[in-house]
């Protein structure tokens, strides 16, 4: 049975090798820097595919992967329909967190009942995160350097993953609220569950083994 599993470069590929790894798979050519999307494996019927962090669970989603790696925050945006996550993987952790330009005064903002204008990248998260705390928003969608937005008066706010704070502290940001915590998942086609049963639990098994505590 023939097993497609898509990862990602970036910031979640280094953490994510030893998975494969325990598994006994290992990529025909180094992925970090060859160009093809497709990577073969030391097993014939076994490969890569190398796709965006957030297109991730879209692959699996339609079965064009049986298996991926993907970011907690990717998989909230995604929706998860038609996904089955089974492991939390430990790797790539991070929060979800909101951030303000330093001086800017978010407790008295949110209790004065102001609408803030909220730039991120994960509209989901912060619009679910601020209809429960009862907070008006205008959310402004963005594709990267959610950091600029406050410093340029695109927003009072962002909503963003923060790991050592560096990027915001580099920017005069700081972070006011922790919305979640953030790791990567294993996500599985429901189907291919069922359908590839045998070929795909021994890799959910050996993922299993091999999760840094
Ligand atoms: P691009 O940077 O090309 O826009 P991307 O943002 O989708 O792509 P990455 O920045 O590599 O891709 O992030 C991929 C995943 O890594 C995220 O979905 C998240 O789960 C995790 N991640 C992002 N930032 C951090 C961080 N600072 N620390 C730990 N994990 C992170
Ligand atoms: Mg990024």
Same mark, same amino acid.
């Given at each position: 049975?023939?097993?497609?599993?898509?990862?990602? &470069?970036?910031? @979640?590929?280094?953490e994510?090798?030893?998975?494969?790894?325990?598994?006994?798979?290992?990529?025909?050519?180094?992925?970090?820097?060859?160009?093809?999307?497709?990577?073969?494996?030391?097993h014939e019927?076994?490969r890569l595919? @190398? !796709?965006?962090?957030?297109d !991730?669970?879209?692959? !699996?989603?339609?079965?064009?992967?049986?298996?991926?790696?993907a =970011?907690? *925050?990717?998989l909230?945006? %995604?929706? =998860?329909?038609?996904?089955?996550?089974?492991?939390d993987?430990?790797?790539?952790?991070?929060?979800?967190m909101?951030?303000?330009?330093?001086?800017?005064?978010?407790?008295a $903002?949110?209790?004065?009942?102001?609408?803030l &204008?909220?730039?991120?990248?994960?509209?989901k998260i912060a619009?679910? %995160?601020?209809a429960?705390?009862?907070? %008006?928003?205008?959310?402004? &969608?963005?594709? =990267?350097?959610m950091?600029? $937005?406050?410093? !340029? =008066?695109?927003?009072?706010? @962002?909503? *963003?993953?923060?790991?050592?704070?560096?990027?915001?502290?580099?920017?005069?940001?700081?972070?006011?609220? %922790? @919305?979640i *915590?953030?790791?990567?998942?294993?996500?599985?086609?429901?189907a $291919?569950? &069922?359908?590839?049963?045998d070929?795909?639990?021994?890799?959910?098994?050996?993922?299993?083994?091999?999760?840094?505590?």
């Amino acid at each position: 049975m023939k097993l497609t599993i898509a990862l990602s &470069k970036g910031r @979640i590929f280094e953490e994510t090798l030893p998975l494969p790894a325990a598994a006994g798979i290992t990529p025909a050519e180094d992925p970090e820097s060859s160009r093809k999307l497709i990577i073969g494996t030391n097993h014939e019927n076994v490969r890569l595919v @190398i !796709v965006r962090a957030s297109d !991730v669970p879209t692959y !699996v989603q339609y079965g064009a992967a049986d298996l991926g790696i993907a =970011g907690r *925050d990717v998989l909230i945006e %995604h929706g =998860g329909t038609g996904l089955y996550q089974p492991l939390d993987l430990n790797i790539a952790k991070c929060r979800m967190m909101v951030a303000t330009e330093n001086g800017f005064d978010y407790d008295a $903002a949110v209790k004065r009942g102001a609408r803030l &204008k909220i730039a991120t990248k994960y509209p989901k998260i912060a619009r679910e %995160h601020f209809a429960a705390k009862g907070v %008006h928003v205008d959310i402004i &969608k963005l594709y =990267g350097s959610m950091e600029l $937005a406050p410093l !340029v =008066g695109l927003a009072d706010a @962002i909503v *963003d993953l923060v790991s050592t704070g560096g990027t915001l502290r580099a920017n005069n940001l700081v972070a006011v609220e %922790h @919305i979640i *915590d953030i790791s990567s998942r294993l996500v599985v086609n429901q189907a $291919a569950l &069922k359908l590839k049963y045998d070929s795909i639990q021994p890799v959910l098994e050996a993922f299993a083994s091999a999760i840094p505590a």
